[in-house]
């Protein structure tokens, strides 16, 4: 999506918007991050207040995907910290965004990674293992499956059920 925003990707496509197939998250995040511009395929993930399973995530190989984490919108704890938006990174994810908040905002600023949060916390979440894993989630009133495509910027986040061509 180089130098093509996500309002011109919205002009160009109404009937993508009309259909469903182009649908843009409400305006909740805070952008964290190096990179406030960034896409790829998503992976999908729904916890509550536990972090353990998006650690395992970043530590795969990212290959440009997007991890998406329902987090339930809790603002009582922070589900991500910087060790692990190092290791995505370094693993090649292109972003991660959070219906939660993060904590170690200091770190994630300097890492070249996009990262979407509510909002910050300094406290940290629990290590039980429990969520679920490539499950449709809903966060910011819209829907999203694992293998759409996210497309973010400083005007929003755009959710395709495809890749875009722009």
Known sequence: MALVT????????????????????????????RRPVFSGPIVTLKVFEDNVLIREFLEEKGNGRVLVVDGGGSLRCAILGGNPVVQAQNNGWAGIVVNGCIRDVDEINGCDIGVRALHSHPMK????????????????????????????????ILISKTELSV
Not at 7 to 31: H, T, Y
Not at 130 to 153: F, M, Q, S
């Open 6 to 33: 996500t309002a011109e990707v919205c002009d160009a496509n109404p009937q993508l918007i009309v259909s469903g197939e182009l649908r843009a998250l409400q305006p909740i995040f805070q952008i964290y991050g």
């Open 125 to 156: 979440a629990n290590k039980k293992g429990i969520g679920e894993k490539h499950v449709p989630i809903t966060i910011a009133g819209t829907r999203i499956c694992n293998g759409e495509w996210l497309y973010a910027d400083t005007d929003g």
